[in-house]
């Protein structure tokens, strides 16, 4: 019971670096911010966490019970902060502080987990996969408490779970490291740092393109990108014993980039076409981040400053991501609108619809797609033919239209795709050096 | 081999979404490409006077976007109101006036295209002639579809 309560500990705190995803449209509406600047609710906490991850496993090396008790607090009393934020910055601000508390929470837990299951090993492998199922449920459980509650809740549900979580410290007492900890792996985390980088876009991304770009509810997007955890677990205990660990890693890192690169090629919209690439995510995320975590950990003196270490890789890792991706899917989406604007205006022009209402359609989707670029969304197609007639002509005009639309969101999330598919791809340098190393 | 088969078996399920993906369309999902306004429509008959005026309308557009070197649907956009069209010839780098110019004569040339072809009724072209030259050109759509409605 124990052991869970820390691997949800530890789930809890790294589902926050994804966790406001689908909640920044709503954040962007509250507050009186840039598009740009919005970003900043998640890049700060990535930004923060991958700062003082290792740090902070220095600090919970010594007094790993006490790290973990503070950092539970300092991470609930940042979260009721954040729920209660009264502008932009305090809400940044306070972002920033729930890293410091998550920096902490999941560098003691390692240990903290070695003593309830008295080994290393099976620590490692709860503190892994606890990793991997709170990055990757995050965008998912923000999307549903966002669309249920509104997007103060996600951090507001977490101020009692994080003080639940002291429970799972009741009676247990760490035990000090005072051995050198060594130099951490560099080939390890290095290609964590890239595999996270290509990750963002498996994980922010796919999420981003369902809702905002498909219109799909952020319950359902929730329920449809489970895929990714659901195929990652499954590799994850499926995987033959015959599989080398740096094999394993490299197939993880094709099965990655490929699912990518399938995102970037789905040939229509619709959430079906994205469940093939979500699989080979999946199955990528399920041996290369396990994998590479072990790899820098296993049969290290100091398990939890390497730790730390995998903490800060990965989640520069995303800081990466964000960075190089947010803008360009920004630009490809700003050039498609211009396109789709004219091929949308060739969809009026050619349509069955009375003459005569042509133009005031054309005004109307135009006044729509302004609307939607003031607020930062994508244009609402029905919005645009509010109270006009519901015939064949008039239907098959919204679809064409919105099929205009498909097109254009869709094929402006190819080039970040296919951008984070070659920064997974680049991962395969520092696997081949552990290879070597290993052989 | 043994080494390198699980690599393999890797990129074969990577293959087997992404070739289907790629032969039903995939990086080609994009909005349509804008047909060339120098090249002829295929279009049905019109049915009825608005839709006639219609046709006129966009063939006139389609010869002025030829001239320009510009889609027709860029053109149309740039018609729907004088600061569209203000923007429209800054961004074409296009002298105001010349452009308002080359736009009636367009429009004119049209209806003298489709009165000659028999396609416009002849009491109806004077009309329609008179109206491209004196409504001001991000009037011009309008006026002529409404002509459409007002005629018998």
């Not at chain 1, 940044?92 to 390692?110: D, F, H, K």
């Not at chain 1, 359609?361 to 135009?366: G, I, K, R, W």
């Not at chain 2, 992404?18 to 049915?47: K, Q």
Request: hydrophobic share 55%.
């Amino acid at each position: 019971m124990r052991a869970r309560l820390l691997g949800v500990a530890v789930g809890l705190a790294l589902a926050d670096s994804s966790i406001v995803t689908l909640a920044l449209p709503e954040i962007l509406g509250q507050f009186d911010v840039a598009i740009t600047s919005v970003a900043w609710v998640l890049t700060s906490f990535n930004l923060v966490l991958a700062l003082l991850a290792v740090p902070a496993a220095y600090v919970s090396r010594r007094r790993p019970r006490e790290a973990f008790v503070s950092g539970s607090l300092v991470f609930a009393a940042a979260s009721l902060a954040c729920g209660l934020a009264p502008s932009f910055e305090v809400l940044v601000g306070a972002r920033c502080v729930q890293a410091v508390g998550a920096a902490l929470v999941v560098t003691a837990a390692l240990d903290l987990l070695a003593r309830v299951q008295g080994g290393d090993e099976q620590a490692l492998r709860t503190w892994v996969a606890a990793g991997i199922l709170g990055a990757a449920l995050g965008p998912a459980a923000g999307g549903v408490l966002t669309q249920v509650l509104g997007w103060e809740s996600i951090f507001l549900v977490q101020v009692p779970l994080a003080l639940a979580l002291l429970f799972a410290v009741r009676g247990v007492t760490g035990r000090p490291t005072r051995t050198p900890a060594g130099r951490p792996s560099l080939t390890a985390n290095s290609a964590l740092l890239l595999v996270a980088g290509g990750l963002v876009a498996a994980l922010f991304l796919v999420v981003l393109l369902l809702v905002d770009g498909w219109g799909m509810s952020p319950a359902a997007a929730g329920v449809v990108v489970t895929a990714i955890p659901l195929v990652a677990i499954v590799v994850g205990r499926l995987r033959p014993s015959s599989l080398g660990p740096v094999q394993g890693i490299a197939c993880g890192v094709i099965l990655l980039a490929g699912g990518l690169v399938a995102l970037a090629l789905m040939p229509r919209a619709g959430w079906g076409w994205t469940i093939p690439p979500q699989i080979l995510v999946g199955a990528g995320l399920g041996l290369t981040v396990g994998g590479l975590t072990e790899h820098a950990l296993r049969k290290r003196p100091d398990q939890v400053v390497h730790g730390g270490w995998t903490i800060a890789a990965r989640h520069a890792g995303v800081v990466v991501g964000l960075v190089l991706l947010a803008p360009v899917l920004t630009t490809a989406l700003e050039e498609n609108r211009d396109e789709a604007i004219r091929a949308g205006a060739a969809v009026v022009l050619d349509s069955e619809i009375p003459p005569l209402d042509k133009l005031g359609v054309a005004q109307d989707v135009l006044a729509e797609v302004d609307r939607a670029n003031d607020v930062g969304e994508l244009p609402d197609v029905e919005r645009a033919f509010e109270g006009r007639p519901d015939d064949d002509e008039w239907r098959a005009l919204v679809d064409g239209l919105q099929e205009q639309l498909d097109r254009a969101v869709t094929s402006a999330f190819s080039g970040p795709f296919l951008l984070a598919a070659a920064l997974t791809l680049c991962a395969l340098v520092p696997v081949a050096l552990m290879r070597r190393r290993v052989a | 081999m043994r080494r390198v088969a699980p690599l393999l078996v890797s990129l074969g399920l990577v293959a087997a979404v992404v070739v289907p993906y790629l032969a039903l369309g995939g990086g080609r999902f994009e909005p349509a490409p804008v047909a060339d306004p120098c090249e002829t429509r295929e279009r049905p008959d019109a049915d009825g006077l608005a839709e006639t005026l219609e046709r006129v309308a966009l063939a006139g557009v389609d010869g002025v976007a030829c001239e320009l070197g510009v889609s027709r649907e860029e053109l149309v956009l740039a018609l729907r109101s004088e600061e569209a069209l203000t923007a429209f010839s800054e961004e074409q780098g296009l002298d105001r006036d010349e452009l308002e110019q080359a736009i009636t004569d367009g429009l004119v040339r049209a209806v003298d295209d489709a009165e000659e072809a028999g396609s416009l009724p002849g009491f109806v072209a004077p009309l329609v002639r008179r109206a491209a030259e004196s409504v001001p050109p991000w009037l011009i759509l309008e006026t002529l579809e409404s002509l459409g409605e007002f005629l018998p």
